[in-house]
């Protein structure tokens, strides 16, 4: 089964991508866990990028699509992959379907306040990276790492101002790709105001 997982930062793509992987027995493919992994192994596109994203400069799709089209030649995709992080743009979602032929596109749907209140509530141990949050997953002791006993963080991207350019920027690039699968018959809506476990429900009835 080839799938992508479309929604906002904050909707839980990669929460429910973790669990389906293993249901479906498909990998889970993160754009950003592949350009760390290039970049990383000093491969000949993590190089390109690297240089790319020194310069200051965003990496083109010509790129992007050709790391996501080599993570496919490895044999755990021959049964299927979930996309979480690609396509961004149309002209991905063009390059790809000649590529791959994609059987549903799952769209996590969540409104803008209910995101806010989802990433502003993030908290992170530096060392570990282990994510707690303040409402719905508290540190046994306020703002201290159950584990090391070290001072919690707040990411400057989980920040208010940084939350709301992330959803201004998913709006601007994305949202086409919601109509763009709409209209070819692929689109998904899943409501993931739920916890995980519901949400993960509706992905499974859906994709019966």
């Given at each position: 089964m080839n799938l992508v997982f479309l929604g906002p930062p904050g909707a839980g793509k990669g929460t429910i991508a973790a669990v389906a992987k293993d249901f479906f027995d498909i990998p889970h493919i993160s754009t950003g866990d592949l350009f760390r992994y290039n970049i990383k192994?000093?491969?000949?596109?993590?190089?390109?990028?690297?240089?790319?994203?020194?310069?200051?400069?965003l990496v083109p799709d010509s790129v992007t699509i050709k790391m996501v089209e080599d993570r496919?030649?490895?044999?755990?995709?021959?049964?299927g992959f979930i996309l979480d992080g690609f396509p961004r743009t149309i002209a991905q979602a063009d390059a790809l379907s000649q590529i791959k032929e994609i059987d549903a596109v799952v769209n996590f749907v969540l409104d803008r306040e209910s995101i806010i209140k989802r990433l502003s509530g993030r908290r992170m141990c530096k060392s570990t990276g282990r994510i707690y949050h303040i409402l719905y997953n508290p540190p046994k002791v306020e703002g201290i790492d159950d584990e090391t006993g070290e001072a919690l963080i707040q990411r400057d991207d989980d920040k208010e101002d940084a939350i709301l350019n992330r959803l201004d920027v998913y709006q601007a690039q994305t949202e086409p790709l919601i109509e763009y699968y709409r209209e070819k018959g692929l689109l998904v809506d899943i409501d993931a105001s739920k916890?995980?476990?519901?949400?993960?429900?509706?992905?499974k009835a859906a994709l019966k």
């Open positions: 192994n000093e491969t000949e596109l993590g190089k390109e990028v690297k240089a790319i994203l020194a310069s200051g400069e496919f030649t490895q044999d755990d995709t021959k049964n916890d995980a476990t519901q949400v993960f429900e509706q992905v």
